[in-house]
């Protein structure tokens, strides 16, 4: 009797164990966007204690003096100029059925970079504004822009200049699905990809500040606010998918296509971990 | 979390023991994938053409599992355009030791892919 006893108290220690457990490890392992956006930023202003928390949307400039000063120069003839310019009169100019992209985009399209990408319920996935431009030219007749420069490049480089100081909003809505989106884009940020076994973060969040060869890495806090970029690496404009692509290229991994799910959730969690710093774009880099 | 507000120098000392076990398997996936070549190129004996189409459909399969983790390299790719270059001018010696190499290269990123589906975690921001 007594053994039966100690076997039925051990059993229900062990349930009591296995059930305290459970729910325990399934809530560390639960996406808390908040908490990861709060961990994000005071991650990056503790490494940074000089840095204002609206200058890290400068990328190098604001990890180095030297760099900063080159950058204000620059900014007197902003090497992104003619992209806005020509994006600004692409995006007024109407499309052969007489609409333009005006017509595809919440307030006429002027205004909203700080909103994109936002979680698409009806679909299940990311919009980015690089996809939502090409979907407008598609439903209007017009043929797909590349995703990775020129003229892709001028319409984002115009809307986000349209935008400019306002904060990044980015929201994820009460859907698994976005949740997961969301998950997925921290995932492929922290995964080691490439010959090199770099991740996203081995860079921009190991080694801001640091040198790879002759560049400065940005931070990874603000990264996105101030696409697209002007690069005298690339001679001229690129896009957030050229980013992606490229970097994963530099790691020696093959690139996915632009706009693949993988990318769609990396810009989703990237934006996500920045919001309430200022948009920026276009920006200018090395 | 709290340990990493509350104190900078053990964040530092924290960050060093992650680097510290990031450069260790970093390491162990180099040894790994100096052994695989080094076990792959030592097999060098006259190749045939057989030989050679039979390597090269070796890391063409690996490549392509590479590829369904969606993790491929770009070395990889180079290595096996080096072995179809070989075996056009008939250096099938040269075409099989291409096609190992991008085997082996494909075999780590494989390895890569699969370690990387809970490793990544390491290195997140709590």
Wanted: glycine share 6%; aromatic share 10%.
């Amino acid at each position: 009797m007594r053994s039966a006893i100690h076997l039925a108290s051990a059993a229900l220690a062990l349930a009591a164990l296995a059930f305290g457990a459970v729910p325990s490890a399934v809530a560390a392992d639960t996406p808390n966007p908040p908490a990861d956006a709060k961990a994000f930023r005071d991650f990056f202003t503790q490494k940074f204690p000089k840095v204002k928390l609206e200058d890290f949307v400068n990328g190098p400039y604001s990890m180095n003096e030297d760099l900063h000063r080159q950058w204000e120069e620059k900014e007197q003839f902003p090497p992104y100029e003619f992209s806005v310019d020509m994006g600004k009169e692409m995006f007024s100019k109407p499309f052969k059925n007489g609409k333009s992209y005006a017509d595809c985009f919440p307030n006429q399209g002027i205004g909203i970079r700080q909103n994109y990408p936002y979680f698409d319920e009806k679909e299940g996935k990311v919009i980015t504004l690089e996809l939502a431009l090409n979907r407008c030219r598609e439903v209007n007749g017009e043929p797909p822009f590349s995703y990775v420069k020129d003229e892709m490049a001028a319409l984002t480089a115009y809307m986000a200049f349209t935008s400019r100081g306002k904060p990044f909003d980015i929201k994820i809505p009460d859907d698994p699905r976005a949740l997961e989106a969301y998950q997925n884009g921290k995932r492929y940020f922290y995964t080691r990809r490439g010959q090199l076994n770099f991740s996203c973060a081995t860079c921009h969040v190991q080694s801001p500040g640091e040198r790879i060869r002759a560049e400065v890495l940005a931070p990874a806090l603000g990264i996105l606010n101030a696409m697209p970029i002007y690069r005298s690496e690339w001679s001229g404009m690129g896009t957030i998918s050229r980013r992606f692509t490229t970097c994963n290229t530099q790691i020696r991994g093959v690139p996915l296509n632009p706009q693949d799910d993988e990318y769609r959730d990396l810009e989703y969690y990237l934006s996500y971990v920045s919001n309430g710093l200022p948009i920026s774009g276009p920006g200018a880099r090395p | 979390m709290s340990m990493i507000r509350k104190s900078g120098n053990r964040f530092s000392e924290e960050i060093m023991l992650k680097n510290k076990s990031r450069m260790i398997r970093a390491s162990t996936l180099s040894l790994a994938l100096a052994l695989l070549i080094a076990g792959a190129t030592s097999v060098l004996a006259a190749g045939s053409e057989a030989d050679f189409k039979a390597a090269y459909a070796a890391a063409e399969t690996a490549n392509k599992e590479a590829g369904t983790l969606r993790n491929q390299w770009t070395v990889t790719a180079a290595a096996l355009a080096d072995a179809k270059k070989a075996a056009d001018k008939g250096d099938f010696d040269q075409a099989i030791a291409s096609s190992k190499e991008a085997e082996a290269l494909a075999k780590a990123s494989i390895f890569q892919a699969t370690s990387e589906k809970t490793l990544w975690k390491e290195l997140e921001i709590h």
